[in-house]
């Protein structure tokens, strides 16, 4: 039950049928919009902690257009409709609601482990290192009370990457549980590689926002977190005693490289063999936990998902077909159950359903 407001949350994922839906939504994004008649109307995507889906109103007016903006809560009613294969919202009215009215519980999609049993497993993983300044220097960081809070809760994108509270935190534990197993499998250093898969993506706990409306920082535009990422390394290695130049070098190396290429963004392309497994790393992450994302919140109908963009695809949302056993011919199963015989197939013929039939003249 929404608090202050005297009706059930229902969540986009559980929207269905011609029925009218009524529910408290927040609005993710707002824009005002012409028609080939002229006629003005708003799209709008509404959102909650199911997934979010695409939302018109038909009927223009100023005060929907000053009071409700990104970000707003919104009770909406309305009916779901279907356009080109994929749900749509069809509002037919939208009023404001405050947010000391909502549980913000309904409006933040959030990684499927609890945080802090990550961040357990991701400091287990630093204890098992064997190189004394790589380890020194992640406890360190790991350990910082601001880095940690942030890194608990942090989407690990703003819309696309692990864009969901603790997102971050899921993505750097998973890439650090795969660095463990492939350093070994491909004999190179797993103190550098695990230290690139925490590193990699830390700093944006400085380039993004949390809460429910994730947007990029001013230091994330004007800096950005490969260069915080230098930074980071820097402040924490110069309070350890002796910290080798050359060990810092091939660490900054590998935060610097490990969007893999100069088309992507990345500053240097991997020269390492561990700055390129962390970039690879890195890459097969994101782009499975997208995967992921999209089979859960694409609101097109069917087992395929609407054209993905960034993606250049559409996807198959379903499991895919799987058989613990050989599938049995009839003959197989007819002599292990003879009674099953009349069940798959007839019995009267269709001679014996027309005998004693007449055409009368």
Same mark, same amino acid.
């Given at each position: ?69 990104? @970000? ?37 999609? &959030? ?223 007819? &002599? ?14 269709? @001679?014996?359903?027309?005998? @004693? ?5």
């Amino acid at each position: 039950m929404l608090r202050g407001v005297t009706m059930t949350k229902i969540f986009i994922s559980d929207f269905a049928g011609k029925q009218e839906i009524e529910t408290v939504l927040l609005v993710k994004l707002i824009n005002t919009m012409e028609g080939k008649d002229g006629k003005k109307y708003f799209n709008i995507i509404l959102s909650d902690s199911s997934g979010e889906i695409e939302s018109r109103l038909w009927q223009y007016s100023t005060e929907v257009e000053s009071e409700i903006t990104r @970000g707003t809560f919104a009770r909406v009613k309305g009916k779901l409709n279907f356009y080109q294969g994929k749900k749509q919202f069809i509002i037919s009215s939208i009023t404001k609601v405050n947010q000391d009215q909502v549980d913000m519980d309904d409006f933040v999609m &959030k990684a499927k482990a609890d945080p802090e049993e990550m961040f357990k497993a991701l400091t287990n993983i630093v204890e098992d290192l064997t190189d004394v300044y790589i380890k020194e220097l992640l406890k360190n960081i790991l350990g910082d009370a601001e880095i940690s809070r942030r890194l608990k809760t942090w989407q690990a994108g703003k819309s696309i990457h692990h864009a969901y509270q603790s997102g971050l935190l899921e993505h750097i534990l998973s890439c650090s549980q795969l660095g463990v197993i492939l350093s070994k499998h491909y004999q190179v250093n797993v103190n550098y590689v695990v230290a690139g898969c925490i590193l990699h993506d830390l700093c944006k706990i400085y380039e993004l926002t949390d809460g429910v409306n994730v947007e990029y920082t001013e230091e994330g535009k004007l800096v950005g977190h490969l260069v915080k990422g230098l930074e980071i390394v820097d402040r924490f290695s110069y309070r350890i005693k002796n910290f080798p130049y050359q060990l810092k070098l091939h660490l900054k190396h590998i935060l610097l490289a490990h969007h893999g290429e100069y088309e992507y963004g990345s500053p240097k392309i991997p020269q390492t063999s561990e700055a390129y497994l962390v970039h690879l790393i890195d890459l097969m992450d994101s782009k499975m936990g997208t995967l992921d994302l999209i089979k859960k919140t694409d609101s097109t109908t069917g087992t395929w998902s609407g054209y993905i963009k960034h993606l250049d695809r559409i996807v198959y949302k379903s499991e895919l077909p799987f058989y613990p056993e050989y599938i049995e011919e009839e003959e197989e199963k007819l &002599k292990k159950n003879p009674r099953s015989k009349s069940e798959v197939s007839p019995t009267t013929s269709l @001679g014996k359903m027309l005998s @004693g039939f007449k055409v009368s003249e």
